[in-house]
């Protein structure tokens, strides 16, 4: 079959129908030839039978091609970045339980035939309520130290979209996000107004201390040190150029003593006993989503996160924005995660599903195109699958909390590259 495959591609045609008038052409010249001994009866006899016999054919070979497409199929990230590969073999295990049980919630939707809509939505809902995950219970904290989140859902067949941003108080964002999508005329609510939004719909929900979870404020605490820092020595900096204008050659007792205060609060943070991280420092991007196309052939993408840990006050990611972190129409269904900021200036998840579509490309293609073209080394990693039930899951971060299964029952939960 790959080798037919191969052929079409090259000639450029579409599988079967082409040929099917390639073959019926032959025929009827066959046939037509004067010379050939039959009556006139006996040949209409022979073309009608060759050309049933020919459809037959086609015909089979047809539903041969699409038996190997994949019914249903369903991808999820957990979120990418640089995730060390000293994780602690127990916290490996968490993870790929967390992404396990994600799986199998929209593998029970898709299965049974339901959409590919309520499968993404589901899915992301198992890791929402996964502390593991930057999303719902696990959600990083801002730099006030509180939790603002952000989630999406597109509904490929139609277009239709729902996303929220700057929620304190839902227990699950996505599912705001699809009453926005199918209760509202709108596509994006924003903090107050989302809130107001939820308590019109009915969605469960929570205190923002529901997401406060130990892990999140270590990182949180070792982030807020480490921007200190930056303050401090731009600060240090300031002070020494601005004595240089006015006294090149002695240190103002201001400098001095900024020097002085600084080192304390240096030393005091030192000592101040925060234990060795459970989740690595550097590992401060995360966010989930999934990505489905259902039996009916319709695509779908769902989006939901913390944002970045210490991100500022009313600080918007890729991931709300329909087109950026979230995307799906009827070539593919996208969901990213990594460098909000980046992400969102590519609108990169559109990008795939066009470049796909004005280039006649595959998935794979598309989505290398973007992390190699368009994005910088470290910034970004994606999930997709197209309308052919085909799944691709990449990244230019060392890994990716991620898995995918299909109506074959090929099922795959990875962190990092080559696993
Ligand atoms: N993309 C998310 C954001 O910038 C974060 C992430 O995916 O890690 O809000």
Redesign the pocket.
């Known amino acids: 079959m790959t080798l037919w495959k191969l052929l079409f591609k090259l000639i450029g045609t579409e599988p079967i129908s082409d040929l099917k008038w390639v073959f019926l052409f032959w025929s009827l010249h066959l046939f037509s030839d004067t010379n050939f001994s039959l009556n006139r009866i006996k040949k209409m006899r022979l073309i009608l039978f060759v050309i049933s016999a020919m459809a037959l054919f086609l015909s089979e070979l047809n539903s041969t091609v699409h038996a190997q497409q994949s019914e249903w199929s369903l991808a999820l990230h957990g979120?990418?970045?640089v995730i060390s590969k000293d994780l602690p073999d127990s916290m490996k295990q968490l993870y790929y339980e967390g992404l396990e049980e994600a799986l199998s919630t929209g593998e029970e939707i898709l299965s049974e035939g339901g959409s590919a809509l309520e499968a993404v939505e589901m899915t992301v809902r198992s890791l929402e309520d996964n502390p593991l995950f930057?999303a719902g219970r696990g959600a990083v904290y801002t730099s006030e130290g509180t939790h603002e989140l952000?989630a999406a859902i597109m509904d490929g067949s139609t277009l239709a979209a729902g996303a929220i941003t700057g929620v304190t108080t839902i227990k699950n964002p996505i599912s705001l996000a699809r009453n926005v999508m199918t209760d509202s005329r709108h596509v994006l609510f924003s903090g107050a107004g989302a809130e107001t939004f939820a308590e019109q719909t009915g969605v469960e929900r929570v205190d923002n201390s529901y997401y406060n979870t130990k892990h999140r404020y270590e990182q949180w605490m070792r982030a807020q040190q480490q921007s200190n820092l930056k303050k401090e020595e731009t600060i240090r900096g300031l002070c020494r150029t601005l004595n240089l204008f006015s006294s090149p050659f002695v240190v103002s007792p201001h400098c001095a003593q900024t020097d002085v205060i600084l080192s304390a609060a240096k030393r005091s943070r030192n000592t101040s006993g925060i234990s060795k991280p459970s989740i690595p420092d550097e590992y401060k991007?995360?966010?989930v989503g999934a990505v489905a196309l259902d039996k009916d052939g319709n695509l779908a993408a769902a989006t939901s996160?913390g944002?970045?840990t210490n991100?500022r006050f009313g600080r918007v990611?890729?991931?709300p924005i329909i087109g950026s972190?979230t995307f799906a129409n009827h070539v593919a269904a996208i969901s990213?995660?990594?460098?909000?900021?980046q992400?969102m200036k590519n609108v990169s998840a559109n990008t795939i599903a066009n470049y796909m579509e004005f280039n006649d490309s595959t998935l794979e293609e598309a989505m290398d195109f973007v992390l190699t073209e368009r994005l910088n080394p470290g910034d970004a990693g994606f999930i997709g699958v197209d309308f052919k039930g085909n799944i691709s899951m990449q990244m230019n971060t060392v890994g990716m909390f991620r898995g995918s299964i299909d109506s074959h029952g090929k099922r795959t939960v990875m962190i990092w590259e080559n696993e």
Do not use: F, L, P, Q
Request: glycine share 34%; charged share 15%; proline share 0%.
């Open positions: 979120g990418a970045g930057n952000d991007y995360g966010t996160t944002g970045m991100k990611g890729d991931v972190g990213a995660t990594g460098w909000g900021e992400i």
